[in-house]
T-cell receptor, first 112, second 113 residues
Framework: NAGVTQTPKFRILKIGQSMTLQCTQD?????MYWYRQDPGMGLKLIYY???????DKGEVPNGYNVSRSTTEDFPLRLELAAPSQTSVYFC???????????FGPGTRLTVT | DQQVKQNSPSLSVQEGRISILNCDYT??????FLWYKKYPAEGPTFLIS?????DKNEDGRFTVFLNKSAKHLSLHIVPSQPGDSAVYFC????????????FGTGTRLKVLA
């Protein structure tokens, strides 16, 4: 099992550009999450999904969109990148038989 | 409003000694607590957890204690090893079955050889 994979690892965007952060898990987990981590801060929940076709907002959803068309994939879309979105983004998944989340390696995004 | 707080940003401990990492929370509805460990340039990995119906959970060198009346939990690592040097996050889950987590800001542990 590859676990949770994220692409790209690094990206630099100009203000106003858009991009999609990809996240895939091969563990057949029903729950998936997107977090951001700013320097010196904890992880803030952006969006999460309890299964294919179902998504919901977390603590900091503004400026982001998600979709969940399959169990495996949970892409995060930034439509109009802003410097405030400079952060490290982590995707995670969980099976509801356990409380343990599995995290991907992260995507470091810089918006200039 | 920070519902889960880790008030010590960093901690240094000598190898072989005990490391104690602390976490406080404000929401009495939290019913499950977890500790994650994070190395640089990697995602967090699950370490240990505890349900609100327990006050202690042990796994090898790691023990988590929960004091519900004080809304406080702590992670004890005994004995500490240099490989334990990492950032440790505590997280809390809300009402049963929601599987949504609130994370603390993390404590950077450095174990000195």
């Amino acid at each position: 099992n590859a676990g949770v994979t994220q692409t790209p690892k690094f990206r630099i965007l100009k203000i106003g550009q858009s991009m999609t952060l990809q996240c895939t898990q091969d563990m057949n987990h029903n729950y998936m999450y997107w977090y951001r981590q700013d320097p010196g801060m904890g992880l803030k929940l952006i969006y999460y999904s309890v299964g294919a076709g179902i998504t919901d907002k977390g603590e900091v959803p503004n400026g982001y969109n998600v979709s969940r068309s399959t169990t495996e994939d949970f892409p995060l879309r930034l439509e109009l990148a802003a410097p405030s979105q400079t952060s490290v983004y982590f995707c995670a998944s969980l099976h509801d038989s356990s409380y343990e989340q599995y995290f991907g390696p992260g995507t470091r995004l810089t918006v200039t | 409003d920070q519902q889960v707080k880790q008030n010590s940003p960093s901690l240094s401990v000598q190898e072989g000694r005990i490391s104690i990492l602390n976490c406080d929370y404000t929401n009495s509805m939290f019913d499950y607590f977890l500790w994650y460990k994070k190395y640089p340039a990697e995602g967090p990995t699950f370490l240990i957890s505890i349900s609100s119906i327990k006050d202690k959970n042990e796994d090898g060198r790691f023990t988590v204690f929960l004091n519900k009346s004080a809304k406080h939990l702590s992670l004890h690592i005994v004995p500490s090893q240099p490989g334990d040097s990492a950032v440790y996050f505590c997280a809390a889950s809300g009402a049963s079955g929601t599987y949504k987590y609130i994370f603390g800001t993390g404590t950077r542990l450095k174990v000195l050889a």
